[in-house]
């Protein structure tokens, strides 16, 4: 076997993944068919999720060193009043709800973080030509840029981050359909110091006439996105006179330079399945989604984290099954994502100009009245998985919610004093049971265990989580989501005994016999 996990495409999903796997030491080849990682911006703002899972693979700050933190994002009536469709201030991960980034330099973040671990070997210039796969192995075959000969190569696993045009994906006969939303963007990406005057965060101009999008990208970048109507020649709109006109409407920096201009297409896809037997899809190869909302990468660096610790546990002895939970608990999150992009893109794409003045005076009520304050906040899906290896049911009512959920990450202090830090960075990695209650903390269930008594925990946020669901414990999975959770000792060794089904030697070591003797001990 050449490796346990083969990464096809070294994208920022791609990336991820490889770091996240060397973490857990497990081996693995990450090649991408080009020579280098690609250069140009892509996705300008990611969320405080994605900076949890980079944190979690030490790489938060060397992301957050080249990014700009948004703490507000408009809409503008084609009036020009500003209507404030979100403000991302503060959030419960521990990370600012929203940042715009450059994907180069995440990419660059991405890749220098590979460097720490022998265990992966990042491969450039080498493309997947063919695959196949055996009850206990997968091969691929990978041919050098060069045009050398094909190298044959067998792993345990294969993830497919090769982008939306995927090749594995074409060669499993997995389909790529779903929604048709289609729709072309003129989109110019500069070099700028001056913040754009009225604009200086995103900004959506419902202008019936052009559709517009400003978006600030990382300190000294900004980005600018102009729809074309149906069957518009994009030539005219990409001529440096045209653009430059265009921008002069934003800026009046004498030194802007243009890094990019380039007419996409934005397309809502899902592929019809993310696994076939060794071979997995994650990020575009698995989705696609028009921008938007900025969640095309950010669901990517979602599966990268979902897949990560499920491959390593089954890599580690647990039963296959457990990779079937990734689709599972995946996909609905990611359509519930890409059905409100598209949504969004139908209301700013508006061209009708009798459409474009009813949406503008419902928004500008809605505005005025409070609604718009109200619901601004809660419009994008919360991180909650519904279904898949969890050990209890997720609860209806989401104020009662614990098993399924993202757990918040305040900030708490360590036992011996410091500084208060991030919960994550307080937490051994892998499984691990979380509880307010000295008594729950004493439970030898074979979990690594966290007590986070009222003191320790900066500023309660924790405990009052857990009050408002009648609970004083939580287990949760490595990627940070609620596996069970309960009060009193009574149900820990249950919920040991679930992750040991579940996650076999890749979650407790503890011996099942030994967890039942426990659990039927505390029963009693
Ligand atoms: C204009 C625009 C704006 C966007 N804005 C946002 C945003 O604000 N927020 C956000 O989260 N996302 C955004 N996105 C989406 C984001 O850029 C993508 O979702 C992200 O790049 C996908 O990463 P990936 O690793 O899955 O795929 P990719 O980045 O496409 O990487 C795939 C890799 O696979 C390699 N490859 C392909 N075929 C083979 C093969 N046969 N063998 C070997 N290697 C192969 C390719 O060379 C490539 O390096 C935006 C995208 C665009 C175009």
């Excluded at 063919?130 to 696993?157: M, S």
Aim: charged share 20%.
């Amino acid at each position: 076997m050449d490796c346990d996990v083969l990464i096809v495409g070294l994208g920022p999903v791609g990336q991820l993944l490889a770091n996240l796997l060397g973490a857990q030491g497990i081996d693995v080849v990450a090649l991408d068919e080009a020579l280098a990682p690609y250069d140009l911006p892509r996705a300008a703002v990611i969320d405080d999720e994605v900076l949890r899972i980079l944190q979690s693979a030490g790489l938060a700050e060397g992301v957050l060193a080249d990014a700009q933190v948004q703490r507000t994002v408009s809409y503008r009536t084609r009036a020009g009043r500003p209507v404030e469709i979100m403000r991302p201030e503060s959030g419960p991960y521990g990370h600012p709800p929203l940042v715009s980034i450059n994907q180069p330099s995440v990419e660059r973040t991405l890749i220098a973080g590979l460097d720490r671990f022998p265990c992966v070997d990042a491969r450039w210039g080498q493309r997947v030509e063919h695959i196949d796969q055996r009850a206990d192995h997968a091969t691929v075959w990978v041919r050098p840029n060069d045009g050398g000969r094909c190298e044959e190569l067998k792993a345990r696993w294969v993830v497919a981050c090769d982008g939306s045009r995927s090749a594995v994906r074409a060669m499993l006969g997995v389909g790529f359909g779903g929604s048709t939303f289609r729709q072309r963007w003129l989109v110019v990406d500069a070099l700028t110091d001056q913040p754009v005057l009225g604009a200086p965060h995103p900004t959506f101009l419902g202008d019936p006439i052009r559709p517009t999008v400003s978006l600030p990208m990382s300190p000294g970048r900004h980005r600018w996105e102009w729809m074309l109507h149906p069957g518009e020649a994009a030539e005219p709109l990409l001529a440096p006179e045209s653009i430059q006109a265009r921008i002069a409407e934003w800026t009046d920096d004498p030194d802007l330079s243009i890094e990019r201009s380039v007419v996409y297409t934005f397309h809502a896809r899902n592929a019809s399945r993310w696994r076939v037997g060794r071979f997995l899809l994650a990020g575009d190869a698995a989705h696609v989604m028009p921008p938007f909302i900025g969640q095309g990468f950010s669901s990517g660096a979602r599966d990268a984290a979902n897949l990560s610790w499920k491959l390593g546990a089954v890599l580690s002895g647990a039963p296959q099954s457990l990779l079937d939970t990734y689709e599972a608990e995946r996909r609905r999150h990611v359509t519930t994502m890409q059905q409100l992009a598209v949504r969004w893109g139908k209301v700013l794409q508006t061209t009708n100009p009798q459409a474009a003045a009813v949406r503008d005076v419902v928004l500008t009520a809605l505005d005025r009245v409070g609604v718009v304050a109200a619901v601004r906040d809660r419009i994008k899906p919360t991180a909650t998985i519904h279904g898949g290896a969890f050990a209890q049911r997720t609860a209806r009512l989401p104020w009662r919610r614990a098993v399924g959920t993202l757990l918040p990450q305040p900030l708490a202090l360590e036992a011996d004093g410091g500084e208060p830090r991030l919960l994550d960075d307080c937490l051994p990695p892998g499984w691990v049971l979380v509880t307010t209650s000295a008594e729950v903390a004493g439970v030898d269930a074979g979990f690594a265990a966290r007590l986070i008594p009222m003191d320790l925990d900066e500023g309660g946020e924790l405990t009052s989580w857990m009050q408002a669901r009648r609970v004083d414990w939580v287990v949760l999975r490595p990627d940070r989501y609620v596996f069970a959770a309960g009060t009193g000792v009574a149900g820990v060794p249950r919920a040991a005994a679930a992750m040991q089904r579940l996650a076999g030697t890749g979650g407790t070591l503890m011996p099942l016999p030994q967890l039942a003797a426990l659990a039927g001990g505390v029963a009693s």
